[in-house]
């Protein structure tokens, strides 16, 4: 069992920065990846970056590509996402999500993560 909290998130103006985190605790050595999704009112949750946890490889959605930055800290076992140049089509509640099995193919899509935050919400006015 993984356990993730999701933190940072708030309102903030379009083109301004919001800082996410994510603790992670449990089985955490046994995490391929963590990724983050999101999910704007009316629309489906979506991919928008992960990092897997033991090499740090990292990958983006094209939307957040450039302005969004994933981290990992494995000693605090914790997961950051940099926000920047936030946009108001960015507003939408943020979760984060573990990855147990090692699935590369799998790794853009929700259905490949095992475990889930409680999702904290992001808005950017205009």
Do not use: H
């Amino acid at each position: 069992q993984v356990q993730l909290v999701e933190s940072g998130g708030g309102l903030v103006q379009a083109g301004g920065s919001l800082r996410l985190s994510c603790a992670a605790s449990g089985r955490t050595f046994s995490t391929f990846a963590m990724g983050w999704f999101r999910q704007a009112p009316g629309k489906e949750r979506e991919f928008v970056a992960t990092i897997t946890w033991g090499g740090g490889t990292t990958i983006y959605a094209d939307s957040v590509k450039g302005r969004f930055t994933i981290s990992r800290d494995k000693a605090k076992n914790t997961v950051t996402l940099q926000m920047n140049r936030l946009k108001p089509e960015d507003t939408a509640v943020y979760y984060c999500a573990a990855e147990q099995a090692v699935n590369w193919g799998g790794i853009r899509y929700e259905y490949e993560y095992d475990y889930w935050g409680q999702g904290t919400q992001v808005t950017v006015s205009s």
